[in-house]
């Protein structure tokens, strides 16, 4: 630890615990309103779990959540085993590793909204009628990437010479992988289908544009809701969403430092 | 390099097939349509003519207009959106910048138990819904909200200031939404810093804002171009924000495409639109690799010498 | 028990790339080795030796040549076909598994009876001295402890040959003491031919029955302790192994038959025991700094010299000197007589008795 003070110049602690307060400022007005039991959401008069009830009785709402689910958890499974099998092709060097590699990070650098278009316009090319399955086959291309970069840094980080050890020790490669590599990868598996499973949970731009009738996902149904006007059901919908989000993507960093800790 | 029974070339080719078709069927044949469909005339329907002849008319419809006497004139209304879009994504990028290094650079300074909770601070948001973030500003900045009730308090005599749906609005959440990207490639930069250059500087009789400008700046500007490339290529084709927080005054490209597939139903004019989007991406994208490729090259030579 | 090869390496070359001006990483290597014997490839890192290891356990391909085990070609065996185990560097235990499991993984690979692996993972936990470690998981291990644990696992499978890719090279000294007696009873109980792998001449001394040493990816060198430190036939091998003086000169024949060796710039014969395999071609004289003995400068026939350093060593001193062809060389004498120390300046006179005399190509 040389020099410590160096790095302190003035005003750096100042503006970061403002950004931090800027960066969950939001969050917390949010959550603090889905409490309120005011309509009116300017005012509080007093705490209340009243929004929460109505949003669970909601059949329109029970009916987004669990296409959500639906699609996340395909989408969550497909992209993980996908990105799996990818990973453990391209741990090892060879000619065009750079361009495939490329290839699956794609979805994280082209705007969503030129995919999802993009997306779209196939689907209508081919003739196939929008729904639930097409939402999940197109959160699939983007879940993929976000399974694969755990998985493929684990990879990285695995002692090659403990593959060796079980085939030295008279396993053969589907044996190797199933009682070695992949009880060694496992924590990233899981920790790459978490993320996999909160991005689609969260994505908006794509469904809204590959969803048909009846196949409304939940952050579809909060823009429609948002765009007639801020009410406490959409605070407590939201609130819901966002704690599942952090409490999965908490889960997926701890499975990670599991998983590091494990092959060390 | 252990031995299979199978070719290597031959397992590789099979784990990775799965993968290839998904990508070769989510996002190069998508694209390739859409490409196709620039090229098309809209039919009367909202669809394409796909019998057509191609045509590169959706292009020309991006910049010009046909006159009442049929010559073609410039057409400032996309022009406008996209020059709009250019400008919000790099004030956005600057603000991420001016606000993201401060952040980053106290970040190194920390001890390490606290870093790694800073950085899943700063990584939290990004896993966040953006739409639901989105709409906690819509919350905050509205009229009825805290904020503009105070400030009005404090300023009748401006006559009713509004936060929301205007650049202001969507500026902040842009930032909100991009600044993560900005911090975290620099942190991890300034993380690696080799600080006894910033002690030789001070020794060398640099104060903390020499230091900080000739060296510790220049030092952290591959992380600060990653960040910067990071935070300009979703803001340019930012939609959300723009759709909550800014009104119908305040369109963005990614507004505009959305529009085509939407109410105005002309798929060639909003795949055209699509592929203007790429191409300034593209632009930024090479600009980015030859300057890393240049950095790589000073490096290696700094390391050689 | 049969007498013929364990492990047989005929010309086997191994090349990374088909650039002709990389050195290959193996250069037709040939080597037997026996049944049952304890089998050293000793040389500085980078010199093949692990490569040679590991194309007998089937990590890599060979380019050209064949390696036979227990009579069988196995160059197109994938490691798993291989009867042969290896105790790795790292020990590469499975940190997913207790002791027990990574001791049974080899033996359920096998397809022994499920109901046979607790005995025998008993029985090589017991061989190791591990019983009561059975049920830890390999992070919560000593060093030493895991090193017996990755002994066990490869030894349970009773495979023909054994390679260890200097397993005690992670270890410190005393440790390494310790287990280097531990694995020649280990070997000499379990009865399997093993290969060892290690840069530390000491080890490899103490250890073998035989020693190949090797370089840049050829074998210089088979033979016992004995032979390679006594008689090694390539200056690397005498400097690797040891220290050595070496001076240049000529051999040629007295009048009583007698082979003289006339170091370059001196007036002086020392008379050695050629290799018959020596003509009149430029030779070296090489010798311990042990071997010679420091003798009264009075005396004829010998090396004249003069002390330019005294390094006290313990049971020795080694003193650095210098000849009057400028030649540097290192004696050895013991501290036991407690002959008088000698100091910096101290004219002496070298003698050399002939079977402390190696002659070597120049």
């Known amino acids: ?264 | 390099m252990s031995v299979s029974t199978q070719s290597p070339a031959m397992s590789r080719l099979l784990l990775l097939s799965p993968v290839v078709l998904t990508l070769l069927a989510l996002i190069a044949i998508p694209l390739g349509i859409m490409g196709y469909i620039s090229l098309l005339p809209r039919n009367l329907y909202g669809g394409v003519d796909w019998q057509a002849d191609w045509q590169l008319q959706s292009y020309v419809k991006l910049f010009f207009q046909e006159g009442f006497d049929g010559e073609l004139e410039l057409n400032w209304v996309y022009a406008q959106a996209l020059l709009r879009s250019v400008a919000q994504a790099g004030g956005t990028t600057l603000l991420c910048f001016v606000f993201g290094f401060p952040v980053a650079l106290w970040m190194t300074g920390l001890a390490p138990r606290q870093r790694s909770l800073m950085v899943l601070l700063i990584t939290i948001p990004f896993w966040t819904n953006l739409l639901i973030r989105n709409y906690a500003w819509l919350i905050i900045l509205r009229e009825q909200g805290w904020i503009a009730q105070s400030i009005n308090a404090l300023l009748p005599q401006a006559g009713g200031i509004t936060l929301l749906y205007n650049d202001f609005a969507v500026s902040v959440g842009l930032v909100y939404s991009f600044l993560p990207f900005m911090i975290l490639p620099i942190y991890s930069t300034l993380e690696k810093l080799d600080w006894r250059l910033v002690e030789a500087a001070y020794d060398l009789g640099a104060n903390r804002w020499k230091a900080l400008r000739r060296v510790i700046l220049p030092l952290s500007m591959p992380g600060v171009i990653a960040g910067a490339l990071l935070v300009f290529v979703p803001s340019l084709g930012a939609f959300i924000t723009p759709a909550i927080l800014g009104g119908g005054k305040t369109l963005m490209i990614g507004n505009l495409i959305q529009q085509q597939f939407g109410t105005a139903r002309n798929w060639p004019l909003g795949s055209s639109l699509s592929f203007l989007l790429l191409g300034i991406l593209m632009l930024a994208l090479v600009l980015y690799a030859l300057y890393s490729r240049k950095t790589a090259k000073t490096i290696r030579r700094g390391a050689a010498a | 028990m049969e007498h013929r090869a364990s492990v047989e390496v005929q010309c086997v070359s191994k090349r990374y790339t088909d650039d002709p001006d990389v050195a290959p990483a193996l250069d037709e290597v040939s080597v037997n080795i026996a049944h049952n014997e304890f089998f050293t490839l000793l040389g500085p890192s980078g010199c093949g030796k692990t490569t040679l290891l590991r194309t007998i356990a089937g990590f890599e391909h060979v380019t050209s040549g064949e390696i036979r085990i227990g009579g069988q070609r196995v160059n197109d065996l994938p490691p798993f076909k291989r009867r042969v185990n290896t105790v790795f560097q790292s020990y590469a235990l499975f940190p997913h598994m207790t002791v027990a499991e990574n001791i049974a993984f080899g033996l359920e690979m096998q397809g022994l009876e499920r109901k046979a692996i607790p005995a025998r993972v008993k029985e090589m936990l017991a061989l190791v001295q591990m019983e009561h470690l059975a049920r830890r998981k390999p992070a919560e291990l000593s060093g030493g402890q895991q090193q017996r644990v990755a002994l066990a696992r490869a030894l349970a499978p009773r495979p023909d040959v054994l390679l260890l890719d200097e397993p005690l090279s992670a270890l410190d000294l005393k440790l390494r003491k310790e287990m280097q007696v531990e694995l020649k009873r280990v070997q000499q109980e379990a009865g399997i031919t093993f290969i060892f792998v290690t840069h530390d001449q000491e080890e490899a001394l103490t250890l073998s029955d035989r020693i190949a040493v090797m370089s840049s990816g050829k074998i210089l060198q088979i033979g016992g302790p004995n032979d390679i430190y006594e008689r090694p036939q390539h200056p690397f091998v005498a400097h690797f192994i040891g220290d050595i003086n070496l001076l240049p000169g000529d051999l040629r024949r007295g009048h009583d038959n007698q082979s003289l060796f006339r170091p370059t710039g001196l007036n002086v014969d020392i008379p050695c025991h050629p290799h018959p395999r020596f003509g009149s071609a430029p030779v070296q004289l090489a010798f311990r700094p042990e071997r010679s003995k420091l003798v009264d400068p009075s005396q004829p026939h010998h090396l004249r010299a003069v002390i330019e350093a005294v390094l006290y060593v313990g049971t020795a001193t080694l003193y650095q000197c210098r000849l009057s062809n400028n030649a540097k060389v290192m004696l050895r004498e013991s501290n036991e007589g407690l002959n008088g120390a000698r100091t910096v300046g101290e004219s002496v006179a070298v003698h050399l008795p002939p079977h402390a005399c190696l002659l070597m190509e120049a």
């Open chain 1, 1 to 264: 630890m040389i020099a410590l003070h160096l790095k302190k110049l003035p005003l750096t602690r100042e503006t970061s615990l403002l950004i931090l307060a800027y960066l969950y400022l939001p969050i917390f007005v949010l959550i603090a309103y889905s409490f309120n039991a005011n309509r009116s959401a300017t005012v509080w008069t007093e705490f209340s779990f009243a929004w929460y009830a109505r949003i669970l009785a909601n059949p329109s709402i029970q009916t987004a959540a669990l296409n959500s689910i639906i699609v996340a958890g395909i989408a969550t499974v497909c992209a993980t085993l996908i990105a799996l099998l990818a990973a453990l092709a391209t741990y090892r060097p060879f000619y065009g590793q750079k361009m495939v590699e490329g290839g699956i990070n794609l979805p994280l650098i082209l705007p969503e909204i030129v995919t999802a278009v993009a997306t779209l316009l196939l689907f209508m090319a081919l003739g196939i009628k929008l729904g639930l399955l097409t939402v999940i086959v197109a959160h699939i291309g983007f879940c993929i990437p976000f399974a694969y970069l755990p998985i493929r840094a684990r990879l990285n980080d695995l002692d090659k010479s403990l593959l060796e050890a079980a085939n030295d020790l008279y396993a053969n490669p589907w044996q190797c992988f199933r009682r070695v590599t992949l009880p060694l990868l496992w924590p990233a598996v899981l920790s790459g289908a978490v993320l996999a499973f909160v991005v689609s949970l969260d994505d908006f731009i794509m469904t809204f544009f590959v969803a048909g009738p009846g196949s409304t996902t939940l952050p579809v149904y909060i823009f429609s809701a948002i765009k007639s006007g801020v009410t406490p059901e959409i605070n407590a919908i939201s609130t819901l969403m966002l704690v599942i989000s952090i409490v999965l993507v908490v889960l997926s960093f701890w499975l990670g430092q599991r998983g590091k800790a494990q092959t060390r």
